[in-house]
């Protein structure tokens, strides 16, 4: 007498097919990424155009990839026993992968929304919170920066999107060279603003009121320079109106409070 054949036995015929459609899976995406380097796309002008298809890329190769992994899956009826037990306790089973998932969800879509409404763009100086630099990637998690020191910095793109976000060429290729300089108490501030204006490459010169222990806050502004100029630019401004202050008789040397500018 014939044993029984158990219905839920998987055979080697279901096995052979997974098998193969992880291979065809695993060509299909190495492929893709040969294609795609081979054309080169984050060659591209326009930073728009660069971080749109950089994530285009990634989010083609993650659904593929879980596709191929879901066929596999399907041909061996792993994805029934699993519907089986999610269908058993699906609201326990929610919660439990929402609370898991939650920061990885959070970011991809973060990510995707970064890159729908393009606040940051490949190659733009940017500064958030303390962090500053130029976005290197966006990729489905984080947004890498690298400052002018070569520091490679990875910011979670759910953080990116809570943030304030400087952006100093989203408009115009370049950036606007920014410092501030305190003056003593008592000194004519008017006549400050003339003389800083009266410097090469001061476009824009503005007392930013009175703070501390009485000290007038001077801000001026230069011409846009490229963003790996900015630091020398600003410093090159900074001596110049320490120097020219001082020459006037409104500051000393040894007075606190020279402060590094921020790009704006």
């Known amino acids: 007498?014939?044993?029984?054949?158990?219905?839920?036995a998987i055979t080697v015929g279901q096995w052979i097919s997974a098998a193969l459609t992880i291979v065809l899976t695993i060509a299909i995406v190495l492929s893709l990424r040969w294609a795609l380097r081979r054309r080169k796309p984050v060659q591209f002008t326009d930073p728009s155009v660069r971080t749109r298809v950089r994530l285009l890329q990634r989010m083609g190769v993650t659904l593929i990839i879980l596709?191929?992994?879901?066929?596999?899956?399907?041909?061996?009826?792993?994805?029934?026993?699993?519907?089986?037990?999610?269908?058993?306790?699906?609201?326990?089973t929610a919660v439990i992968v929402g609370f898991a998932a939650r920061s990885t969800l959070a970011n991809s879509l973060a990510g995707v929304v970064l890159t729908i409404t393009q606040p940051v763009r490949v190659g733009d100086n940017v500064k958030v919170g303390d962090h500053e630099g130029t976005v290197e990637d966006v990729t489905l998690s984080a947004t890498v920066l690298r400052t002018v020191h070569g520091t490679i910095i990875r910011i979670p793109n759910e953080l990116m999107a809570q943030s304030v976000v400087y952006n100093d060429t989203i408009l115009d290729n370049g950036v606007i060279p920014e410092v501030s300089v305190l003056v003593p108490f008592g000194a004519d501030m008017p006549a400050a603003v003339d003389v800083a204006l009266d410097l090469d490459g001061v476009e824009l010169a503005r007392h930013m009121g009175v703070?501390?222990?009485?000290?007038?806050?001077?801000?001026?502004?230069?011409?846009?320079?490229?963003?790996?100029?900015?630091?020398?630019?600003?410093?090159?401004?900074?001596?110049?109106?320490?120097?020219?202050?001082?020459?006037?008789?409104?500051?000393?040397?040894?007075?606190?409070?020279?402060?590094?500018?921020?790009?704006?």
Do not use: F, H, Y
């Not at 007498?1 to 839920?8: F, Q, S, Y």
């Not at 596709?67 to 326990?92: C, E, K, P, R, Y």
């Not at 806050?217 to 230069?222: E, Q």
């Open 1 to 8: 007498m014939l044993a029984a054949t158990d219905p839920k």
């Open 67 to 92: 596709i191929g992994l879901a066929s596999a899956a399907a041909q061996i009826g792993i994805l029934d026993g699993i519907a089986n037990t999610v269908l058993a306790g699906s609201a326990i």
């Open 211 to 264: 703070e501390g222990e009485g000290w007038n806050r001077l801000m001026v502004r230069g011409p846009r320079c490229a963003p790996g100029d900015r630091i020398a630019a600003e410093a090159r401004m900074r001596l110049a109106l320490i120097d020219a202050l001082t020459r006037a008789g409104m500051m000393s040397r040894s007075e606190p409070g020279q402060e590094t500018g921020r790009a704006v």
